[in-house]
């Protein structure tokens, strides 16, 4: 059974910067197409990036591709999500997802079969 797990949420100032990791569980790691989301409560989940299985293609949300950056480690099973010059409207719960289905770096939550639990961000103004 594939396991999809984030780290790295916390409690930041505005303007700091934050990583967030995911890790999946089986391999071979390279061919699930990763991406992240995000969910503030009372709203729905809204897409923020995603790699395809290769790493070659990333794929952003308009608001958030100046400042966020997805990115893989083959070797470690390991997607990040780099987030820079973080804003209070940026506090969400972030989740992780993986599709085995789909080679492509793709924005539609449908599209993934696997989902973490999420690691919540707070951007304290």
């Known amino acids: 059974q594939v396991q999809v797990m984030e780290s790295g949420g916390g409690l930041v100032q505005a303007g700091d910067s934050l990583r967030l990791s995911c890790e999946v569980s089986e391999r071979p790691f390279r061919s699930y197409s990763m991406g992240w989301f995000r969910q503030v409560p009372g709203m729905q989940r809204e897409f923020v990036a995603a790699i395809s299985w290769s790493g070659e293609h990333t794929y952003y949300a308009d608001s958030m591709k100046a400042r966020f950056t997805i990115s893989r480690e083959r070797a470690e099973n390991t997607v990040h999500l780099d987030m820079n010059s973080l804003k209070p409207e940026d506090t969400a719960v972030y989740y992780c997802?993986?599709?085995?289905?789909?080679?492509?770096?793709?924005?539609?939550?449908?599209?993934?079969?696997?989902w973490g639990r999420g690691t919540q961000v707070t951007v304290s103004s």
């Open positions: 997802a993986a599709s085995s289905q789909y080679t492509y770096a793709t924005s539609w939550q449908h599209e993934y079969e696997y």
